[in-house]
Nanobody, 129 residues
């Protein structure tokens, strides 16, 4: 059974940084390439895609709102996907979720969220001005 567990959220001031982790269990990222994504949902807003990575090719996609500030990466030894968030803004405040999908889903630059089959429970990020 695939399970994703996010961690690393917290409260920071604008301009600060956080690194979120998504620990994967139930399969090995390096042996089974997949499409891993980070999504976020702010209060009163729809969930939106932040970034994805094809763990087989290490190709990535970033939403315009985070490009140049956020970076997605993976650590094969830890079977974990990370989201490094720099220059945080108050509008980045949201619950952040990681999710996994078949590798082909990452072929779309902005994949449909319904294609992601397993989701974590989320970790809260709050950025104050």
């Amino acid at each position: 059974q695939v399970k994703l567990v996010e961690s690393g959220g917290g409260s920071v001031q604008a301009g600060g940084s956080l690194r979120l982790s998504c620990a994967v269990s139930g399969y090995t990222l390096s042996r089974t390439p997949s499409c891993m994504g980070w999504f976020r949902q702010a209060p009163g807003k729809e969930r939106e895609g932040v970034t994805t990575i094809n763990t087989g090719a290490d190709t990535t996609y970033y939403a315009t709102s985070v490009e140049g500030r956020f970076y997605i990466s993976r650590d094969a030894a830890k079977n974990t996907v990370f989201l490094q968030m720099n220059s945080l803004k108050p509008e980045d405040t949201a619950m952040y979720y990681c999710a996994t999908a078949p590798r082909y889903v990452c072929a779309d630059s902005d994949p449909d969220q319904s294609s992601f089959v397993t989701w974590g429970q989320g970790t809260q990020v709050t950025v104050s001005s």
